[in-house]
Every structure is written in structure tokens, then in C-alpha cells.
């Protein structure tokens, strides 16, 4: 059969790219190692998936060419990804900080309408078909790939690469994406887990483990960013949106603040409370900012049996220092299995903007996960992967 491009992945940006390249007349056909396209999709945003985000900028990516998305989200924004979804019924609600959500709360809607549209369009899917290599021959591709125990080689002029990137192998995810990159000489950025839990060991990993389950407020930051959410005590470390977000900006044996009171100045409120009501515990005063649970446990650094009024200057420091700026220094991360992205990737130097083709390999494209573009947590990866998705599929 003849294709005007093969898809190498059937997650949110190779489905995306079938989509749009039929819309426009042009035949692909995707290359999908599951036994079904879409399983990111499926799990992503706890099965609920968080398709995209209302105040998604360019602000929001992490790249070593931070301009680079400019062109694809001026040619593909938020309003397109919500208008598309509609028109199959998906609307979308805001849970919060602009993450939309299909109303339905159901990740599975958002998968059907890409395998409901890729059979009107007759776009072909293969799943169980994983692509072993790609070989180039002129001006042609050699796609070779396994489906049901038998080799297969297939002719194309054009080849998109979807793969995703590193996070959860057991999801299907591959090293394709970097190892074709690397074949066709092609350079890519240090990849890294991203949006993942961050490990404490050491002394302190006790006290961390025994607040496993609390949650605080707080803005977590380092020289570079800060990000206001809940962080989560676990068994090992730190987990929750803040700490997610700062993940993505941090390097092995940098220290992260964290502010627990953020907007707040916990000297004053103390000075506040203290001129009526001096013989309060700092205990009981805490309890009232933070569970009882995580109140109780900053024992470990603060006075808290004392009473308001007997704090000195030299308390209130402590208590200033610790509570807004209470350090970690994370042992590592959990690594690809917790991660939900990869930072790093194919280099954005190698692409064109315009239409995400290399540079040196003319036929061969780069979307979604597998490009070095990592968005925050919030629904920018979909925005990405559905965008470059479109934009390959104007070029193919
Ligand atoms: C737990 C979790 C939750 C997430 N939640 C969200 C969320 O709510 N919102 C959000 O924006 N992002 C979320 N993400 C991130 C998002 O899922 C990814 O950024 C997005 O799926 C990337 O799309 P992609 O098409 O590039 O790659 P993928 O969706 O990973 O698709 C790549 C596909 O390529 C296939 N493949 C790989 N190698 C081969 C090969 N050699 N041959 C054939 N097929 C191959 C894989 O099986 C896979 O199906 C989450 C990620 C995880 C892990």
C-alpha cells in the first residue's frame, strides 16, 4: 500500500498527526508497538486526562531554545485544541489553574474520537507493531518492524517520528525516538526524568517519612523558578504539584526552599496573636496554620512547647528561617518508572519551526514527547504533543 507518510507511535501527537494528514487528503498509516494506540492518554491525569491548559504560553516549556514553540502554538493554540475536541462532543471543564478536563471525566472519550476519526479517514493503524529500524536509501525509508512474530519492511518517503519519550517502560515507552536521532546524526539534549518525585535519604529521611500522607501549602523554588502548590510527604521524599513542577528545573545536588507560609510573614502573625494571647503554645499556634500531624513534627527544629510571649529574638529567627525558608537537598528522583515526562530530547537546533522536518534528514520529522520541549504539569505536555501533531501533518 501506498502512504504519504508512516507514523512511528500511536500516542496523543502520532494520533493527532493521522488525524489532521486525513483531513487534508493525505493516507499515513501508524506504527503502534501496543496492542491498542493512546495507553499515555488513557492514564494520563488519573484516567481522567488533562487535555491542555487555558493559560498555557510559551512560558510554560522548558527547551534549550526556549523560542522554539513560539511557531508551532501561533499555528496551533489552546482555542484550536478545545474547538477540535468539541466538535466530537469533548467539552471541557477547568479543574483548576486552567487544566481542562473533558467534562465527561474520562480519558477514554478523548481516545475515541482519535480512533473513530482515523477509521472515517482511512488512516491505517497497526497495533503490536513495533518498528525495529529505519533505514535511509536515498531519497526513500526502510521501515522495518515485528507484527505478530514476523518481520516486515515497508517503503516510505516520509517518516514521522512519535515515540514518546522514556517515561514507564511497561507503557510501552522506548528509547526509539533518541536512537534514530543518534543513527542519522542528529544531536540530542541531556534527557532527564521530569515531573517526578524527588528522594530523601540521610538523617532527615526519618522525619519525612513519618509526615508520609501530609500535604502543606507551599512555594517551592530555586534560583531559577517558583511554583505556589501543595507539596506531599511520602515514605522516601517529596511528591505533590510543587514538587513535580520544580523537578523539572532541578539538577542532582541542588537544594530547593521551601517556603511553608508563602504570602504570609509567620513573625508578624506571631507578634499579632502574641498582644492578646501570650500564653498560647507556638504548638497550638502552628496547628492552626498546618494539621497538628506536621505541626507536631517541626518539634525537630523549633520550640514549640513555649508560649508565645517567652519567644526571644533569637526563637523568631528560627522560627522565620524555618518556616519560610525550610532547604532540601534531594538525594536523587524516582527515576523513568514515576516519571510523566522527559526532559530533553531530539534538539530543537535540528528541526525546523516551521515544520518540524530535520534539518539534515529532509523526509524524517520529530513531534511530541521524543523533541527537547517539556511542559510544566497541567496539561502543556497534550497541548505540545496535539500541536506538533498538527503541525507535521501540514508538511507530510
Ligand atoms: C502517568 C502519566 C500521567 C500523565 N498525565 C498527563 C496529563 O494529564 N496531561 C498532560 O498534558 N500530560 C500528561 N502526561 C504526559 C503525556 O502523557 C505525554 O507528554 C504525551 O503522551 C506525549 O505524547 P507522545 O505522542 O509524544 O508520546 P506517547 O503518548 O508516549 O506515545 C508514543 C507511542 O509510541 C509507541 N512506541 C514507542 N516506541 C515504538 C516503536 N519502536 N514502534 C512502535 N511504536 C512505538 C508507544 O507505545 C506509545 O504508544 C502524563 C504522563 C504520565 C506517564
Known amino acids: 500500500m501506498d502512504f504519504d507518510a508512516v507514523i512511528i507511535g500511536g500516542g496523543a501527537c502520532g494520533l493527532m498527526c493521522a488525524v489532521q494528514a486525513g483531513f487534508l487528503g493525505k493516507r499515513t498509516l501508524i506504527l503502534e508497538k501496543n496492542d491498542a494506540p493512546g495507553a499515555k492518554i488513557l492514564i494520563s491525569g488519573g ?33 484550536d485544541t478545545i474547538s477540535f475536541f468539541e466538535t466530537y462532543g469533548i467539552y471541557g471543564e477547568e479543574k483548576t489553574l486552567g487544566q481542562l478536563f473533558p467534562a465527561s471525566n474520562n480519558a477514554k472519550d478523548i481516545v475515541n474520537v482519535f480512533t473513530q476519526l482515523c477509521n472515517e479517514l482511512g488512516q491505517t493503524v497497526y497495533c503490536n507493531a513495533e518498528v525495529k529500524a529505519i533505514k535511509a536509501e536515498h531519497d526513500r525509508f526502510d521501515i522495518i518492524y515485528e507484527r505478530e512474530g514476523e518481520q516486515i519492511q515497508l517503503k516510505t518517503q516520509k517518516v514521522v517520528i512519535a515515540s514518546g519519550g522514556l517515561p514507564i517502560s511497561k507503557m510501552g515507552a522506548t528509547d526509539f525516538g533518541l536512537r534514530i536521532a543518534r543513527q542519522f546524526g542528529i544531536n540530542i539534549t541531556e534527557t532527564a526524568p521530569a515531573l517526578v518525585p524527588l528522594t530523601i535519604t540521610g538523617k532527615d529521611a526519618e522525619w519525612f517519612a513519618e509526615l508520609s500522607g501530609n500535604t502543606v501549602f507551599c512555594a517551592v523554588s ?38 511553608l507560609l508563602p504570602g504570609k510573614d509567620i513573625v508578624k502573625l506571631i507578634m499579632e496573636e502574641r498582644e492578646s494571647n501570650g500564653k498560647k503554645q507556638l504548638l497550638s499556634f502552628l496547628s492552626a496554620l498546618y494539621s497538628r500531624k506536621f505541626a507536631a513534627a517541626l518539634e525537630k527544629f523549633l520550640p514549640i ?34 516519571a510523566e515526562v522527559m526532559r530533553g530530547g531530539v534538539d530543537t537546533n535540528e528541526l525546523s519551526s516551521k515544520t518540524l522536518e530535520s534539518k539534515k534528514i529532509p523526509g524524517l520529522y520529530f513531534g511530541g514527547e521524543c523533541v527537547d520541549v517539556t511542559g510544566w504539569l497541567g496539561g502543556y505536555n497534550f497541548q505540545w504533543a496535539w500541536a506538533s501533531g498538527f503541525i507535521i501533518a501540514q508538511n507530510i
Not at 493559560?55 to 501561533?74: E, G, R
Request: glycine content about 6%; aromatic content about 14%.
Open 305 to 338: 512547647d513555649k508560649n508565645l510571649a517567652t519567644l526571644t529574638k533569637a526563637d523568631l529567627d528560627l522560627i522565620h528561617a524555618h518556616i519560610h525558608h525550610f532547604r532540601v537537598k534531594p538525594a536523587g528522583d524516582k527515576g523513568y518508572d514515576k
Open 222 to 259: 530555586n534560583d531559577r523558578i517558583t511554583f505556589e502548590e501543595n507539596i506531599l510527604f511520602t515514605h522516601w521524599g517529596l511528591s505533590g504539584p510543587a514538587i513535580l513542577q520544580i523537578s523539572s528545573y532541578w539538577r542532582p545536588g541542588e537544594w530547593i526552599n521551601i517556603d
Open 47 to 79: 484516567g481522567r486526562c488533562n487535555y491542555s491548559n487555558l493559560y498555557s504560553s510559551n512560558d510554560n516549556f522548558i527547551s534549550q531554545n526556549q523560542h522554539f514553540t513560539k511557531s508551532t502554538f501561533s499555528r496551533w493554540s489552546v482555542e
